[in-house]
């Protein structure tokens, strides 16, 4: 219910910037990635069907979007990113990173360590893009995960070694972000806003301190 007043906030905020939007597969992954391991998949092999649940899903994007510019962006088009924002069109990318059966093996496990925020990370990076803002269904970062933990902080602010630092035991971003961001030439700070208010959104994309910033250090 949630999508359509984002996809208008979308659209207003295009009126004064210039965005690429990148979608993930949400509960959908998580319940994917719970068959996938049933059935003995690799880590690769997971992060492939992950990677496709997120094309059903810019797919979804893209038709309430279409008539605003939106469009699907599939990977070997990435060269002609600058050409779409420049003609005023919204690139839909996937954000799982397109590393397959070549995925890092994870620590632990077999779920990949690189998944969407990642993705996404690396794609804003790699494009020297001005703001990378996380839409996430919570205010922001907390100490702990506040749908099960009522007594959870919220977190305004702070580094990427503070975070790390503190070892919290639920982390709205992906914890590969926060050792990427360390080493990054461009994007050095990160803002996580909650996509469940629209209007943050815009705010966020004009400078606005609004949900968590994260910076490198």
């Known amino acids: 219910g949630a999508v359509f007043p984002l996809c208008d906030a979308i659209v207003a905020a295009k009126k004064k910037h210039k965005m690429i939007l990148g979608v993930s597969g949400g509960t959908r992954m998580r319940h994917t990635l719970a068959i996938g391991l049933d059935l003995g998949l690799p880590t690769g092999g997971l992060a492939q069907v992950v990677g496709a ?62 998944g969407p925020d990642v993705g996404l990370y690396l794609t804003a990076e790699v494009l020297g893009a001005k703001n990378l803002i996380f839409l996430k269904d919570q205010k922001g970062l907390y100490t702990d995960d506040p749908a099960t933990n009522p007594k959870a902080k919220f977190i305004p602010q702070a580094t990427a070694d503070e975070i790390l630092s503190a070892n919290y035991p639920e982390l709205i971003i992906e914890e590969k972000v926060l050792h990427y961001m360390k080493s990054a030439r461009h994007i050095r700070q990160i803002q996580i806003v909650n996509g469940l208010e629209p209007a943050l959104l815009e705010r966020a994309m004009n400078g606005e301190h609004v949900g968590t910033i994260i910076r490198a250090g």
């Open 53 to 114: 649940v997120e094309e059903q899903n810019a797919a979804l994007l893209q038709a309430i979007l279409s008539k605003n510019g939106g469009i699907g962006m599939p990977r070997e088009h990435f060269p002609e990113l600058a050409l779409y924002l420049e003609i005023g069109i919204i690139p839909i990318v996937i954000c799982m990173p397109p590393y397959h059966f070549w995925e890092e093996p994870p620590e632990e496990g077999r779920i990949p360590m690189n």
